[in-house]
Each structure stands twice: as C-alpha cells, then as structure tokens.
C-alpha cells in the first residue's frame, strides 16, 4: 500500500511539473527547487528500476519520502490555506485589504507586493504607518505615486475602522520625518555603504541589503555541523546532548530574526517559510505580531 501511495504521488508530481512552470511552484526558486525536482526525480527511477523502496539510495525509510512529498503537495495547493500571511492577489486574495497610511486609507487586495505578501497581511484592518515607513527608507520608487494607485474612496473610507480602536496611528508624530536631521544622515550612511556594495556586485540596491553569497555560504556551514551532530544527540550521546541544541541555536539565530523581518533574501518565500523549518524560538506568526508589530507600536 505505502509503495502504491508514493508510486501514485511521484506521478502526480512529475504530471504536475511538466504542466506548470517551475517558478509557479510553492518552493522558492533555485535551490530549493532543484533538490525537490532532483528527489522526486530519483525516487521515481528507483521504484521504476528496482521496485523496492528500501533500494531508494537517500533515506532507509519510504514513509520519510512519502510525508515530505505529501507536505510539499499540501503546501503547493492548499498552503495559501494554512498559512494567512501568504494570500496574495493572485493566490485566494482578500475581496479587501484596508489598511491606513498617515491617516489615508488603502486597499491592497489587488497589489503583487515586490517584497512579499506577508507584511501587506500583518497590516490588515490597522495602522500601517510604522511598518511602512520603516521598511522603505532607501527605496528609489516613487512611493507615494504608488500609494495613490490603492486609495481608498472617502465615502468608504468613512466606514472603514481598525480592529483596535486604539490603533489610531498616533504612537508616533510622521510631519517633518524625512526633512529630521537624524532621519536624513542615518540614511545617508545606509545607503553610501549599500550602494558601495551595490556597485562592486553589480547588484540592486534591495538585493545589496539581503544575506550575501558569503553568509549563505556561512550558514551552509552552520546547518553541516548541526546535523554532523544531530545522528550522535538522537542516539543520546553525552557529548551531543550540549552540542547539537547549540548549534541548532547558532544556526538558527543567524538566519530566522532576519526572515521574519522580511530581510535574509530577497526570495520572500523564503524568507516566511524557513522559519517554519526550525520553530524552537518562537512560532513565526506569534513572532510577527509580538516583535515585527509589537515593537512598533510599543518604541
């Protein structure tokens, strides 16, 4: 039976790949990409060639290929389901999805978000200023032009409340903000040492800002030493038992507060599902309303 079942999922798999373009997968593009089309790939010539799954060269177990393969297939159609914060115009959008500006009110249920559709859903139904303003400090777009695509009419907008009547946008004062001596040389020096990285990777602005090929690299190397020492800590090793949570704990500290603000890459896929990946800190949607908006709000 778990031979038929992983024969029929595989098959589906590939029948699904050859209809839809890879980079409409749930997966982030790359990498990720590659290692699942590269295992569906092999485990299918396994069971084509031997029949057997205890002759599938990378795991001792099937039913290890079959759970991933059946939450790689649960993610890519119902994933938008699960997990809120990825909904986006294209994917179960929001028939609305008001937030407010400096006190003008938006709906971005039809707006393909460049970084991603989690921090449009974080503001949903609240004052987005802080999130706004503090995530496009450097941008060279034309913001507000951008903005008034999504404005809301005024007689709607009078109906509109946010989930907190607190939340009146009042936490902070925005009139002068990018005319602040402070504000003006903070971003100054960002921006001269993004652009020097820019230029010498010949590289966008945005893509100078998130996690180098160096740090990836670095992490790669972080994640081999934790699971160097994950075999020793399952057998219950001594020595294990302090190193493997450590480096569990180096690794993941290097790369999780970085995603969940939007920040490690530049795939936004990325950046909301790898926190899932090891949730030992927090729970990434607690995270976002706790820490990404909480601190905010509470500055």
């Not at 303003?133 to 509109?160: C, Q, R, W």
């Not at 939007?262 to 950046?271: K, L, M, P, T």
């Not at 790898?274 to 990434?284: A, E, N, V």
């Amino acid at each position: 039976a778990q031979h038929s079942l992983l024969r029929a999922i595989l098959t589906t798999a590939i029948s699904k790949m050859k209809q839809t373009k890879v980079n409409k997968l749930l997966l982030p593009d790359g990498t990720l990409n590659t290692i699942f089309i590269s295992t569906v790939a092999c485990a299918y010539h396994c069971l084509e060639k031997s029949g057997s799954l205890q002759d599938i060269p990378f795991t001792q177990h099937g039913g290890t290929i079959c759970a991933v393969l059946i939450a790689l297939t649960l993610a890519k159609y119902f994933g938008a389901y699960v997990f809120d914060e990825v909904r986006t115009a294209s994917n179960r959008p929001h028939k609305h999805l008001y937030t407010r500006i400096k006190g003008v009110w938006y709906d971005f249920a039809q707006f393909e978000h460049p970084g991603g559709p989690v921090a449009l859903n974080l503001i949903k139904g609240r004052d987005g200023t802080a999130l706004f303003m503090s995530h496009h400090l450097i941008t060279n777009l034309n913001m507000e032009k951008i903005l008034a695509k999504y404005k809301v009419p005024d007689d709607v907008a009078k109906g509109i409340k946010t989930l907190d009547p607190t939340d009146d946008g009042a936490h902070y004062e925005w009139e002068g903000y990018h005319n602040d001596a402070f504000v003006k040389e903070a971003n100054a020096l960002v921006r001269t040492h993004l652009e020097v990285i820019a230029k010498k990777k010949n590289i966008s602005l945005y893509e100078a800002a998130k996690a180098s090929p160096e740090r990836l690299r670095f992490l790669g190397v972080l994640l081999s030493i934790f699971l160097v020492t994950l075999p020793s800590y399952l057998n219950g090793e001594t020595w294990a038992l302090f190193a493997c949570p450590f480096m569990v704990w180096v690794w993941g500290v290097n790369y999780w507060h970085d995603a969940l603000h939007f920040s490690f890459v530049s795939d936004w896929r990325i950046n909301a599902f790898s926190p899932y990946l090891i949730p030992i800190f927090s729970s990434p949607w607690m995270w976002y309303h706790e820490h990404v908006i909480g601190q905010l709000l509470a500055r």
